[in-house]
């Protein structure tokens, strides 16, 4: 049982170096496929771009799902429990649907238009 090899641990704290004392050559990295950083305040107009769209999106789905309570508070229900009107399955389950779709599909591009777009000019800032 005490027969059995146990690597030897050792404690790495630097790049690794050959035998002679010479560091190992690191391997060539690839260029960055991804544009350079922008500015600072490029970037903070194009996070407040962002918010601005989320929050705009946020306020339409708030009013368009508030709303539907709203609505079938008005709409006239029989005293029947058993005999729910049409109207009221259309409104709950197929009328949402494509705002719903719209909406998003506008938020999707609205976000693809600010990071593919160029960036806000930046005053005392030369392009």
Excluded: C
């Excluded at 305040?41 to 009013?63: F, I, K």
């Amino acid at each position: 049982m005490g027969a059995e090899s146990v690597p030897r641990r050792e404690v790495v704290t630097g790049r690794p170096h050959t035998s002679d004392g010479t560091p190992v050559p690191r391997p060539a990295r690839a260029p960055d496929p991804r544009p350079a950083p922008r500015s600072e305040p490029a970037v903070d107009a194009l996070m407040s771009r962002q918010l601005r769209a989320a929050l705009v999106t946020t306020a339409l789905l708030a009013t368009l799902l508030g709303l539907l309570p709203v609505l079938l508070r008005i709409l006239p229900l029989p005293d029947a429990a058993s005999h729910v009107p049409l109207a009221v399955w259309l409104l709950l389950g197929v009328a949402p649907y494509p705002a719903l779709l719209a909406i998003g599909a506008w938020y999707v591009h609205r976000a693809e238009r600010n990071e593919a777009g160029p960036a806000a000019p930046v005053p005392g800032e030369r392009p």
